[in-house]
T-cell receptor, first 112, second 113 residues
Framework: GQQLNQSPQSMFIQEGEDVSMNCTSS?????WLWYKQDPGEGPVLLIA?????ELTSNGRLTAQFGITRKDSFLNISASIPSDVGIYFC????????????FGTGTQLKVEL | DTAVSQTPKYLVTQMGNDKSIKCEQN?????MYWYKQDSKKFLKIMFS???????INETVPNRFSPKSPDKAHLNLHINSLELGDSAVYFC????????????FGPGTRLTVL
């Protein structure tokens, strides 16, 4: 089945640093999403991308839908302590119930 | 003013028991989902319902039976619990079938002893 691999698996960064993480797939997706999960909570949608090549920002977050439709990346600028959490990419392939296929997650830890 | 709520938050039970997890959303959405998150944090969809009709059933063992009494509720009943069922189960809802814009509940941590 489809599998979304995220890298890095985890990362420690200094407060104020910029962060990059990406997500690659063996299959094409029509929509890419990025979620953040805080400890003990459910995932929360950060950004949705609908077209190949699309670049979208949400505050300090910027995400891009890869041209091949098989990848996406997320950048966080000037990280702050509350950025700690697990970031998941997710892809939707139209049809088949439009189910979300989630990535393996990137755990972000911020050093003060 | 909780959007998607689940009960219970924690559930500890013995192997072989039958248990239910309840989910309610007050967002007026017509589509609801159940996801399973394993110990490695991998999230996988189990079921989705649209207007009380089953849309997605991801080859989940038939010990798992979702029930949607109305659009605002999607409950998950699990028979004959096994050790491997231990996980966090998330309910989610969205408007329409596009899959985008899903709101997740806080999760139910199920531990099978």
């Amino acid at each position: 089945g489809q599998q979304l691999n995220q890298s890095p698996q985890s990362m420690f960064i200094q407060e104020g640093e910029d962060v990059s993480m990406n997500c690659t797939s063996s299959s094409i997706f029509n929509t890419w999403l990025w979620y953040k999960q805080d400890p003990g909570e459910g995932p929360v949608l950060l950004i949705a991308l609908y077209k190949a090549g699309e670049l979208t920002s949400n505050g300090r977050l910027t995400a891009q839908f890869g041209i091949t439709r098989k990848d996406s990346f997320l950048n966080i600028s000037a990280s702050i302590p509350s950025d700690v959490g697990i970031y998941f990419c997710a892809g939707i392939l139209t049809g088949g119930g439009n189910k979300l296929t989630f990535g393996t997650g990137t755990q972000l830890k911020v050093e003060l | 003013d909780t959007a998607v709520s689940q009960t219970p938050k924690y559930l500890v039970t013995q192997m072989g028991n039958d248990k239910s997890i309840k989910c309610e959303q007050n967002l007026g959405h017509d589509t609801m989902y159940w996801y399973k998150q394993d110990s490695k944090k991998f999230l996988k969809i189990m079921f989705s319902y649209n207007n009380k009709e089953l849309i997605i059933n991801e080859t989940v063992p038939n010990r798992f039976s979702p029930k949607s009494p109305d659009k605002a509720h999607l409950n998950l009943h699990i028979n004959s619990l096994e050790l491997g069922d231990s996980a966090v189960y998330f309910c989610a809802s969205s408007q329409g079938l596009a899959g985008v814009g899903q709101f997740f509940g806080p999760g139910t941590r199920l531990t099978v002893l």
